[in-house]
């Protein structure tokens, strides 16, 4: 296993860890962090990695889950995959890089958001729209989700977002599939990094009920707002 490999293992285990305790946070974490490492992992291998954790958090938790709410969000996340798979196929890595960036410090400033939203029907399929276009595109679809349950319960949250999570990852990986966008080597990653999410999942089961402070919150998006800006400034200048 290369270097990079090993550093991409580490932050999936810690992202994973973060998900399985809070509802989210994987992708936000190892999205940018990734995509400096190589940016093939992104956004491939992290969503094959997102459909593995998703599956594993709704078994955990299926019944705290929003189903209804899961359903208008997706009705939103099939016109967002166009979008990120156009900014896929027409961006050079660049530019694709910058996309990354920028979407993962827009998700941040929305995860900072205090106004009070709740996961009406139109709420969640605007939220459904901008995670499919982000998550598509740099694999970072949570925190618009996110945003809507921020007030309910925590296995509310992981169990929904786990349950939405998982049909929207399977959805952009078939739609960056049907544009040519999935490798061989792709899969070659996910499996490497597996075991690293599955070691973090596991540990996460004991930490939920210390983990889900806003203490937590924030650090999850420090690092991932640092890790952003550094992106942007290295593919700007």
């Not at 992981?158 to 990852?169: D, I, K, V, W």
Request: proline content about 5%; charged content about 10%; overall charge positive.
């Amino acid at each position: 296993m290369s270097v990079g490999l090993l550093i991409a293992g580490v932050v999936i285990l810690a992202g994973a860890v973060i998900q399985g305790a809070v509802g989210y946070g994987l992708n936000l974490l190892a999205g940018p962090l990734l995509a400096l490492i190589d940016p093939m992992l992104v956004p491939v291998p992290v969503l094959m990695i997102a459909c593995v954790q998703a599956a594993l958090a709704v078994l955990r938790e299926h019944r705290h889950t929003d189903w209804r709410g899961v359903g208008w969000a997706m009705l939103g996340r099939v016109p967002g995959n166009v979008l990120g798979v156009l900014a896929v196929a027409a961006l050079p890595l660049t530019q694709f890089n910058l996309v990354i960036g920028l979407s993962v410090l827009a998700c941040v400033g929305l995860s900072l958001l205090s106004l009070r939203l709740e996961p009406t029907r139109p709420g969640l399929v605007v939220a459904g729209v901008a995670s499919g276009a982000f998550g598509t595109a740099s694999s970072i679809g949570g925190p618009p989700i996110a945003l809507l349950y921020q007030h309910s319960s925590g296995p509310t949250v992981r169990a929904t977002l786990g349950a939405y999570f998982l049909l929207a990852s399977v959805s952009s990986v078939v739609t960056l599939w049907i544009a040519g966008q999935v490798r061989v080597e792709h899969l070659g990653a996910a499996a490497v990094l597996l075991p690293f999410m599955l070691a973090g999942f596991a540990v996460s089961g004991p930490l939920r009920k210390f983990l889900g402070g806003s203490r937590l919150r924030y650090a999850v998006l420090a690092v991932a707002g640092v890790s952003a800006a550094f992106l942007v400034v290295r593919n700007a200048f």
